[in-house]
């Protein structure tokens, strides 16, 4: 099914493209990029493969994606459903997934990687397990657990990543 999903994306996006007169033979979509039926408007590609936080948005970057936004609790708990299909237990926290946040630019004022606060965003709902102020420190980089809350971690932690795509500049994800 994601392999149909990848195909109607890619075939969406060329329309798209095609009815606005910019039509190129070009993928649009890298390999392994696939829409969910429930978000419209984004597509997501999950990477198993475990990078720090900085290198994770580095790796979508280049995909011409972003580390994946959070904008409802519907999209939460899709989101979540990646890590329950992927379990890796080779790496330092198999229970987390990097998605795009932190307090990188703005110091303890958690942000999404478009300036967005959490709340504007669309989902700000954190672990109830309160951090000392030592952890917070240095504790600077977003995540989601498999529980569905956000989470932050060491942003040098290897995680497993989850990169979106926006088509068309419009999403809805209620």
């Not at 939460?76 to 890796?88: D, K």
């Amino acid at each position: 099914m994601r392999s149909d999903s990848h195909v109607l994306c890619a075939m969406y996006d060329i329309m798209s493209e095609f009815l606005r007169g910019e039509y190129t033979t070009a993928q649009r979509w890298p390999s392994g990029y696939a829409p969910h039926q429930a978000i419209h408007g984004k597509c997501y590609k999950f990477h198993s493969e475990p990078l720090s936080w900085h290198d994770a948005y580095l790796a979508c970057k280049l995909e011409e994606g972003r580390l994946a936004i959070i904008n409802s609790p519907k999209e939460a708990s899709i989101i979540v459903g990646f890590l329950g299909e992927h379990l890796n237990s080779n790496i330092p926290d198999p229970n987390i997934l990097y998605i795009g946040f932190s307090d990188l630019m703005f110091p303890y004022q958690y942000r999404t990687i478009e300036g967005q606060t959490l709340d504007d965003a669309g989902y700000a709902s954190w672990s109830p397990m309160k951090e000392g102020n030592k952890e917070i420190k240095v504790k600077r980089c977003g995540a989601i657990s498999r529980t569905g809350f956000l989470k932050i971690t060491y942003c040098d932690r290897p995680a497993m990543f989850l990169c979106e795509k926006i088509l068309n500049g419009t999403v809805n994800s209620l």
